[in-house]
């Protein structure tokens, strides 16, 4: 353990990439704008910054630093990338260990490096089955009997593989969304003479396109004011819905 | 099923999506039980003879308080647990009901009456609509309001 030793002049530059690396993380892993700015702020301050002025667009961050009369300002591009809460979750403990002079700045620096190189708990293969299932399990929320629940299951399932097989190759949304859609509701289609109540399998079928992450997200930054911001995120969740029943109705046509 | 049993079912299906958004482990178990909490609120409320909207909306705002709680006892972020659990209560039966009835509008042959599925398609819509407002501002509300700062 070092001794956490006030630095007679933090340096700015360094001010700035600490916070927008804490922030690019948060803001890529599904942390809505108040949340960002919030990380910027509180990492800027942590590390002795007298003035901070951040900025969060959707695809880019920034912030200007000032320190005693010297100041920085840096840019960062930050597109969408898959949600994840372990890196949302890392980066609160972060800055918390920060604020609260538990870690120094490297320490900071290497928490952040941390959590950008194990990123993943759980392998491809068994979100695919866990996703299938919970789709499986909306099956029953609908009312559909045990039968509707496993045939879900199995569409679901290999719909949600599709996506990430597309969503590997960097796919966009617009061209994953409808391709998972339609071979979730085509197997579901296929099988649904086993169930006594379709409807409820080929509606729970390709819910795991539903985007939840960017709607709710989006309304926070309507509550918060971040209007264009929260209007970004609306539209990408809209582009999902759209491409999920483009997907989904071309299914439909052939099986039903 | 009883409608009351059918509820657990938000349990797997929270719990897919976490997984989904990469929940550490041990954050998977309160994510699951928030979700039947939601779920099985929403019930009740509904139960009482409030609407669905309204019920989805006091659910979700119950999820969220809560998800902010428990995420500042285990040092966790709140999202972990509130989005995971607002999955359940998402409106895909309205969603799809809308999608079909547009379908079959789309592909109405000539003197045929549209008036059925567009009002099957109307109704869909403007109540999924209604839900997923409900639910994602019911969500979000909570941390905005407890936040530091």
């Known amino acids: ?256 | 099923m009883s409608t009351w049993l059918i509820s657990l079912w938000a349990a797997p299906a929270a719990l897919g999506f976490a997984l989904l958004f990469n929940a550490p482990p041990r954050a998977l178990w309160a994510a699951a039980v928030l979700a039947v909490i939601g779920r099985l609120l929403r019930d009740v409320l509904m139960h009482t003879g409030i609407d669905i909207t309204l019920g989805t909306l006091l659910a979700a705002l119950a999820i969220g308080g809560l998800a902010e709680l428990w995420a500042r006892r285990v040092r966790l972020a709140a999202p972990v647990f509130a989005i995971s659990a607002a999955i359940p209560m998402v409106p895909g039966v309205s969603m799809y009901e809308a999608v079909h009835a547009l379908m079959k509008l789309s592909g109405l042959a000539a003197g045929q009456s549209a008036e059925p599925y567009l009002v099957d398609a109307g109704t869909g819509i403007v109540r999924a609509a209604m839900i997923l407002l409900a639910l994602t501002i019911g969500i979000a509300m909570p941390s905005l309001l407890m936040r530091k700062r």
């Open chain 1, 1 to 256: 353990m070092d001794v956490p030793q006030p630095q007679p002049l933090p340096d700015p530059a360094r001010i700035a990439k600490l916070a927008l690396d804490a922030a690019v993380l948060v803001h890529q892993s599904g942390g809505d704008t108040a949340r960002t700015t919030a990380t910027l702020d509180r990492t800027a301050r942590a590390l002795g910054a007298r003035r901070v002025d951040a900025i969060v667009s959707s695809l880019s961050l920034g912030v200007t630093v000032s320190v005693d009369g010297r100041q920085e300002t840096a840019l960062r591009r930050a597109p969408h990338m898959g949600v994840n809460f372990r890196v949302l979750s890392g980066v609160n403990r972060a800055v918390n260990a920060l604020e609260a002079g538990r870690v120094g700045a490297n320490g900071f620096a290497t928490l952040l490096d941390d959590l950008e190189s194990y990123p993943h708990y759980y392998p491809a293969w068994l979100v695919a089955v866990f996703v299938g299932f919970a789709c499986g399990a909306f099956a029953a929320l609908f009312h559909g009997d045990l039968m509707a629940v496993a045939i879900t299951s199995i569409g679901a399932a290999l719909g949600m593989r599709v996506r990430q097989l597309l969503a590997m190759r960097h796919f966009k949304p617009f061209v994953f969304a409808p391709a998972a859609a339609f071979v979730a509701t085509l197997v579901v289609g296929l099988l649904q003479g086993l169930t006594g109540t379709p409807q409820a399998a080929l509606a729970a079928s390709v819910l795991f396109l539903i985007p939840g992450v960017p709607l709710i997200n989006g309304a926070a930054d309507l509550l918060s004011g971040s209007y264009l911001n929260a209007l970004v995120r609306l539209t990408m969740g809209a582009v999902f819905v759209v491409g999920l029943a483009l997907g989904m109705s071309v299914a439909l046509r052939i099986v039903v």
